[in-house]
């Protein structure tokens, strides 16, 4: 029998996705989700809510299939069209509730303490009442907002006409989406120039599974700030660094890890790395983006004050962090010991530690990276700050990806962003919605095992990335 093409398998994938996210995300009761037949009645038995992460498991798992299948494909060297295919794997989740995060919502109820005159980088949404936060996830109630202006404004915005939360969730989806065309739009264009096939960069990138599912499906800022910081960067290869600067600041005005695009700018800037130029280049196109981040936040009234708040999600003590785990084990190793001062102090004497080294890489990167690799400096100080950070979460994946992507990947490296890929698709419904719920973890963990199995034993048989035709200015 033959199968269903590889863009049916992932659009069908994608409704199982959306359909499964009645049952399993977590909706404001005032919502229309809440009420809905059938969906609301499995919503209320844990039976139900089996029947429905089931689903969800075996949805991913036949995105991701769709997504290898292409990939062998283009890995081959045969041409298709990526664009139809991330419309019609996308357009499924556009209207559903967040997938695997409660996010969303916090940006919902976080736009509305703008909108009501609050300062959301002092108070949390329980300074709120009614539908807003019917959703927030409690850990955030209390703390101030970790981001930037931008989402926080637009929020605000929207909040004054409304203060309905799923229909401001959307509006964040929105930005979500607007990200993922920023990165449709750069990412061909940053692949040519770094002499990588566009067609295996845009696969890789704009049609993975984990851009669209936690990306868009989650509505997470994170795209936004990525797709702008993309765009930053390729217009610097047009020789506007100026316009690029600023789109940097932009970016960090989103979340603060996009500003590390101003690292590609000054190597376009001052191509031969020699250390007074590559200063200077790096000075500029800093200032530049501190400016505009500064006059973003002045002029929405918003202002800077999340700077203070940038450890908020450090709360979440991811083992995705390197330095968590050593973190954690240091603690538990002291505690077992009997030393209880010392055990409290060594989670954050080795996050610490873990962003000092952070810090050194991102600086040795800024001064010796040349205009060649520029693209690969730029991924490994974002990699750089999710493994030796406070925190990281599975999505934070995407803010290295376009720049590992087209940074000429071997083997190897193509290998460990599709496994990577693969693995943090098929794993995400064992997020934080499901702590302390043993048989839903044990029932999940199951099917991902199971999956990840089967999907991880037929990767596609990768190629070098080809090169491509190159105009005179290479990264």
Known sequence: MRLPSPLVRGAVGACVVAAASLVTSVVPESSWVASLPITSELRAT?????????????????????WLSIGRDVLAGVRHRITPLVIAWSTPLLLMPPLFSRDAWSYAAQGALVAKGFDPYAVGPGALSGH????????WMATPAPYGPVPLAYGGALARLTLDPYLLMLAHRALALLGIVLIAWAVPRLAVACRVDPTIATWLVVANPVLITHGLGAAHNDVLMLGIACAAFAVALTGHWGTAAVLAGAAAAVKLPGGLVVIAIAAVMSPLARPRLRLASLAIAGVVAVVTLATIGELTGVGSGWLSALGVPGLVRSPLSIANLIGLGA?????????????????QLVRLIGMLMALALIAALSLRSSIHNAARAVGIALLAVILLGPTAHDWYF????????????????????IGASTILTIAAPLNSSLRGAAIPILVTTSLVLLLLTTLLTNLPTLQPARPARVPATTV
């Open 46 to 66: 844990l039976p139900g809510r089996m029947t429905g992460l089931a689903f969800m498991v075996g949805g991913l798992g036949l995105m991701v299939w769709a």
């Open 398 to 417: 995407v803010w290295c990806l376009p720049f590992l992507a087209v940074a000429r990947p071997g083997r190897r490296l193509t290998t460990a962003l």
């Open 331 to 347: 603690s538990a190793l002291l505690s077992w010991l009997g030393d209880t001062t010392a055990a409290a102090q060594a989670l």
């Open 132 to 139: 807003i936060v019917e959703a927030v996830d409690p850990m």
